[in-house]
């Protein structure tokens, strides 16, 4: 056995905040699977969105932080919605070995217009536009992007879409968002909880990855063609649709038990987990480099009661610089 593979309950359980991968043998499917709780729940509570908003930004990073963790190199891996709803951005992204940071944007008075409406659907918030996943090997390297038309589509959907038009695998995905109610002092409080499970038909033989063709538009033929019809693979999506979303969310259940009881009959393996930090990679430096190119003229519209303020989107951190700092270079 390999020092990264172990078997079930070997070790204990990876717990919240760590991706687990595991295999299945017998099905040529490997996967990732996520339980997130207090860091998820540290990175909507600096923001204080409305819950939908708060919602849709936990889809987003556990997707991200499924895809992010299988990068094999130093990285990024960033996810990044631009749709004409009233949350209108969505971004995510993981920095390679275990950095995750997170922020939405949104029109507050649109939102709420929907809501009134009782339109609260994922896919009605986010409207019309596009998801776009990136990884960024760094300097001196091309970036690779997916692009996935979001109309209608939920994000789980998209990330099915993106691996079927970028990388030609058969993926399952599944998400879920919720709270948990725990005591605290002077009453209760809600905590923000995330769960998703990502699983991939890898056979040996390629002509058992073979899928029928996209859709082409309306009137395609092919339009209601079936996905892969290996009995492998159907197996698996039979096996994903009993999970229910509150086993994704439970922390008493945790990863490797879900996994147990889903693959138990044809043996599962799980790998080291994956341990994912709230770090965001803002720093004064950065952002006084970004400062630097600015001229006399930007420099002096930046101004504000005396110094130029800056808050991290992502981590909400200030910084302040005082004009003077940049005068000379201006």
Avoid at 124 to 151: C, E, K, M, N, P
Avoid at 267 to 289: A, L, N, Q, W, Y
């Amino acid at each position: 056995m390999a020092d990264t593979e172990r078997k079930l309950g070997e070790f204990g359980f990876a717990g919240d905040d760590n991706v687990v991968p595991f295999e299945v043998g017998p099905l040529d499917v490997r996967g990732r699977m996520v339980q997130l709780g207090p860091l998820l729940d540290r990175i909507l509570a600096r923001h204080d969105y409305p819950e939908p908003v708060a919602r849709l930004l936990a889809e987003a990073v556990v997707v991200t932080v499924l895809l992010g963790t299988s990068l094999k190199f130093e990285g990024k891996f960033i996810l990044q919605t631009r749709t004409d709803g009233p949350v209108d951005m969505l971004v995510a992204d993981f920095t390679t070995p275990h950095s995750l940071r997170a922020y939405a944007r949104f029109d507050a008075e649109r939102l709420q217009a929907l809501l009134d409406a009782g339109e609260d659907k994922p896919e009605t918030l986010l409207g019309s536009g596009v998801l776009a996943l990136t990884i960024d090997q760094g300097a001196h390297t091309q970036r690779y992007q997916g692009i996935v038309q979001l109309d209608g589509t939920t994000l789980e959907e998209a990330a099915k879409i993106y691996f079927r038009q970028s990388e030609q695998i058969p993926t399952d995905v599944k998400l879920s968002v919720g709270k948990l109610v725990l005591p605290a002092e002077g009453g209760r409080r809600e905590h923000w909880r995330a769960g998703g499970l990502l699983a991939q038909f890898l056979p040996k033989a390629p002509e058992r990855l073979r899928m029928p063709d996209l859709h082409g538009g309306d009137g395609d033929p092919g339009a209601d063609a079936q996905e892969v019809t290996d009995n492998a693979w159907q197996e698996l999506l039979a096996l994903v649709a009993t999970v229910d979303h509150t086993e994704l969310l439970d922390p008493t259940i945790g990863a490797e038990r879900l996994l147990y009881r889903l693959f138990n009959e044809h043996g599962v393996r799980v790998f080291e987990p994956i341990e994912i930090r709230d770090e965001c990679s803002c720093s004064r430096e950065k952002i006084r480099g970004i400062l630097d190119g600015f001229s006399a003229e930007e420099i002096t519209d930046s101004v504000e009661d005396g110094v130029i303020r800056v808050n991290c989107e992502f981590c909400s951190k200030a910084y302040e610089f005082e004009p003077a700092e940049f005068s000379a270079e201006a």
